[in-house]
Structure formats: structure tokens, C-alpha cells
């Protein structure tokens, strides 16, 4: 049986997809039942706990041959992340009095890196407070979601222009679907391995630049999509115009930086890769239409 977190998420929902293809018993944690009717008429065993909550947790987690943990996405979080470090606590302390078989936490591109990072600091923080569990351990770290490029469809569809905080549009950013994701982490919770893994996700291998993605939504779409540098100055009232608040846009912006100027990055010694099925080009051909 696996314990997942984020289940009703696209990257938990992405994992225990696969496991239950596999044939396995899953276990989801959520914060509200409901949202999880779906899960539990496949069989899938549901639990109720805050993520912040180590004695739900430890509940959730207890019995299983591996959990997958992550911390829920917040792009706008509160200064000095107090959210993501008592759900970092709790899921550590849930791994202590549980002891699973294993662990696998959705990790994020550049969190070997312990400054400049943005809002990439939490899943750095995440690493570094799971190191020391006394189970076999694995980070997934994710390339840039494609999905993260759905809300300016509207945007996309009028103007004929892909908007881009990174630079340069000639540089192939790792990009990869949260279904690849899902399926590197149930492919990498039913191995066997002693100590820690670190596992860089992104898509096909080779990369695409951002003209290629802005020309693939094109596609999808039917017209001619150009990708288009958001000059710096901008970003501000950018993430202000999709509903960020205004002081709260720091760890964003630092985070792009660091992603420009190439401090965030992949091919970091001691890694493991895994290269997803799915290029751009499925991606918007399948998520636009």
C-alpha cells in the first residue's frame, strides 16, 4: 500500500494513477473529503488530515511500503513561508513515527541550492529537514510545469502572443507535463534503494525553447503564436494583473532571476534523470482542445 499526498492535485493524482495501474493499494491523505469521492469509489482508501497536522499524518502514513509527500503549491506565500515549514515539520515527524518503507517528496529544479531561490526555498527546505529520516528517501525535482501556462490561454488565444518571464527565448528550459511526473514517482516509489536518491523531471530529452512552445500552442490553437520577453520592469504589475498581491511578488521575481541567470539549473553531479513521453507539442495539442 502507498500513502499519497496531494491526491487530488495533478501531481499526486498523476502518481496514484500509475500505482493503481499497477495493481497497487493506495492510500490519499486529504483536507476535505469530498474532493476525493472520485478517488475512493476506485478503492482508494481515504484519509483526513490537515497537512500540517503530524499526528494525521503519522496516522496516514503508517503501514505503508511508500508515501509521496510535497508540499501544496502556494505561489504567493507569507513572508518567512510559515505555512510550508509546519507542513515540513509535520510530514518530518510523521516519517519518524511511522517509518515507512520509503519516502518520495515532489522536489523542484535548483533546490541543491540553499540561496537565490525564490519560492523554489521551500522545497530546499523540504530536502534538507528529510535528509536525516532513518528510511530510504528520493527527491523528485521537477522541471517548470506546463501547465503553468494554461491560465493565459484567453490571453494567448486573443493577442497571438505567449508572454515569458524567462530569458532568453532561445534557451531550452526544462519543461515537463505533472503526468510525467506522477509516472516517475510511482516508477521510483516501487524500486528498492538504500539512502537517498535525487531524480531531475523534465520532458523529452534535448529541451524546447520557448519559441518552440509559443509555436506549439499556436498550433493547438489554430493561428500564429509568437513568444514574446517579458521585460523586467513588468513583472510587477504582471503577477499583479493575475491576482498576486502586490507584496508578495518578491520570491516569484527572485526566483525567475535565478532561472535567467542560470544559478537554478539541471545536470547537477550525483543525479539521477528521467526524461517524460510528453513534448509541447502533445501537451497543448491535448490540454487546449
Known amino acids: 500500500m502507498y500513502t499519497?499526498?496531494?491526491?487530488?492535485?495533478?501531481?499526486?493524482?498523476?502518481?496514484?494513477?500509475?500505482?493503481?495501474?499497477?495493481?497497487?493499494?493506495?492510500?490519499?491523505?486529504?483536507?476535505?473529503?469530498?474532493?476525493a469521492e472520485a478517488w475512493a469509489a476506485q478503492g482508494v482508501e481515504v484519509v483526513q488530515s490537515p497537512y500540517d497536522d503530524a499526528a494525521?499524518?503519522?496516522?496516514?502514513?503508517?503501514?505503508?511500503?511508500?508515501?509521496?509527500?510535497?508540499?501544496?503549491?502556494?505561489f504567493a506565500p507569507a513572508p518567512g513561508l510559515p505555512d510550508q515549514r509546519r507542513t515540513i515539520a509535520a510530514i518530518v515527524e510523521a516519517l519518524r513515527h511511522a517509518k515507512p518503507g520509503k519516502a518520495a517528496?515532489?522536489?523542484?529544479?535548483?533546490?541543491?541550492?540553499?540561496?537565490?531561490?525564490?519560492?523554489?526555498?521551500?522545497?530546499?527546505?523540504?530536502?534538507?529537514?528529510t535528509r536525516t529520516l532513518p528510511i530510504p528517501v528520493a527527491y523528485l525535482r521537477a522541471g517548470s510545469f506546463m501547465e503553468n501556462w494554461l491560465g493565459a490561454l484567453d490571453y494567448i488565444r486573443s493577442t497571438g502572443e505567449m508572454p515569458f518571464f524567462y530569458a532568453p527565448l532561445e534557451r531550452k528550459f526544462p519543461l515537463v507535463a505533472t503526468q510525467d511526473i506522477g509516472l516517475a514517482a510511482s516508477r521510483v516509489l516501487q524500486e528498492s534503494w538504500n539512502g537517498e536518491r535525487v531524480v531531475e523531471v523534465d520532458g523529452p530529452e534535448g529541451g524546447t525553447d520557448l519559441h518552440q512552445t509559443a509555436a506549439a500552442f499556436g498550433r493547438a490553437l489554430g493561428r500564429e503564436v509568437?513568444?514574446?520577453?517579458?521585460?523586467?520592469?513588468?513583472w510587477q504589475s504582471a503577477l499583479e494583473g493575475i491576482g498576486m498581491p502586490a507584496d508578495r511578488t518578491g520570491l516569484y521575481i527572485e526566483?525567475?532571476?535565478?532561472?535567467n541567470s542560470g544559478w537554478i539549473h539541471f545536470g547537477n553531479p550525483g543525479t539521477e534523470t528521467f526524461h517524460g513521453p510528453t513534448t509541447i507539442e502533445a501537451f497543448a495539442q491535448e490540454r487546449v482542445k
Not at 112 to 126: D, F, M, R, Y
Not at 255 to 259: A, D
Open 4 to 35: 499519497m499526498m496531494g491526491i487530488t492535485g495533478k501531481v499526486g493524482g498523476a502518481v496514484a494513477r500509475n500505482l493503481l495501474a499497477a495493481g497497487k493499494k493506495v492510500r490519499g491523505v486529504v483536507r476535505n473529503p469530498q474532493k
Open 56 to 74: 494525521g499524518l503519522t496516522k496516514a502514513f503508517t503501514g505503508a511500503e511508500g508515501v509521496f509527500a510535497m508540499i501544496p503549491p502556494d
Open 105 to 129: 517528496f515532489l522536489s523542484s529544479i535548483g533546490s541543491e541550492q540553499s540561496s537565490g531561490l525564490g519560492l523554489i526555498t521551500s522545497t530546499h527546505l523540504l530536502e534538507e529537514a
Open 226 to 234: 509568437k513568444a514574446v520577453q517579458l521585460p523586467e520592469p513588468a
Open 255 to 259: 526566483m525567475v532571476k535565478s532561472f
